[in-house]
């Protein structure tokens, strides 16, 4: 199933260019970001447009508080939202993920090269696997929190919406890097995953992709629920004795970067 259809393409695009000239924004990089983006959207997913712009040098000299998120209604399944370069950087040097997935994104709408090849250079120095360690975790708690329906059925999207976290967090406690890859197949390969767990996600893929958004299934394969308590387990045993790195030493080259990058 192609996850991005050519005339919903050219209707993305169309909606970046006018948010350029409704914004007077240079958009350097949009990209879809949920589940179509993950390898495992259904039908009906939305549309998960999420990109990062900068402003002219001018506009940073203003007076007053200025925005620095653009945000458009969600509109036909298309929901649009961006944040300005320098709260990208801000949040990439506290190791937010969001900004990390976004750069590693394979469904892209926009890029300029340059930028962005210099702000996966500065993420790949910046993220610190605690934080990121901590918001897999958070991610995939919150989620299990929410798995079952009325019925106590498990509602498929959300079981993804735990596994892809999980395999995040597996990922990178067998790399020891706070990187891990964005697309589902990718976390998969580095996960190294035995042949009973691969077979059920397989089989639970397939049903994601042709099922509604609201699909359910009466319980989680056993080996897929193991995976999903083990890596928990591990990551909060692995938190509470890591230390967490310094990143104040990447200030001045954020500062750098965002000065750079605005021109």
């Known amino acids: ?18 948010i350029e000239t409704e914004e007077g924004a240079q958009i350097i990089l949009a990209v879809e970001s949920g589940s179509r983006a993950w390898g495992f959207h259904s039908p009906d997913s939305d549309y998960d447009v999420r990109f990062i712009y900068k402003r002219p040098i001018e ?29 990208a950087l801000t949040l990439t040097l506290g190791s937010n993920a969001v900004v990390a997935e976004w750069l590693q994104s394979p469904i892209v709408y926009r890029k300029d090269a340059r930028s962005v090849d210099a702000l996966q250079q500065f993420a790949r120095a910046a993220l610190e696997r605690k934080s990121v360690t901590w918001h897999y975790v958070n991610l995939a708690q919150r989620q299990i929190d929410r798995l079952l329906d009325d019925q106590g059925h498990v509602r498929i999207k959300r079981y993804f919406y735990v596994l892809r976290p999980i395999l995040a ?16 197949r990718a976390l998969r390969d580095g996960a190294e995953l035995d042949a ?25 394969p056993h080996s ?31 500062s750098r970067l965002h000065y750079d990058l605005s021109k």
């Open 1 to 18: 199933m192609q996850p991005v259809s050519d005339a919903m393409r050219a209707t993305i695009e169309n909606r970046l260019a006018q």
């Open 224 to 254: 897929l629920q193991a995976l999903v308590t083990s890596e928990m387990a591990q990551a909060r045993q692995w938190l509470a004795t890591a230390p967490k790195a310094d990143a104040s030493r990447l200030w001045e080259t954020a």
């Open 59 to 87: 506009w940073h000299y203003r007076l007053g508080t200025k925005r620095d998120v653009i945000e458009r209604p969600i509109d036909n399944e298309l929901d649009l939202s961006g944040w300005e370069l320098s709260k």
């Open 196 to 220: 009973v767990t691969s077979d059920a996600l397989d089989m639970l893929t397939e049903q994601k992709m042709a099922a509604k958004e609201k699909g359910t299934v009466e319980a989680a």
């Open 169 to 184: 967090l597996r990922w990178m406690r067998l790399a020891d890097a706070p990187m891990p890859p964005m697309h589902m």
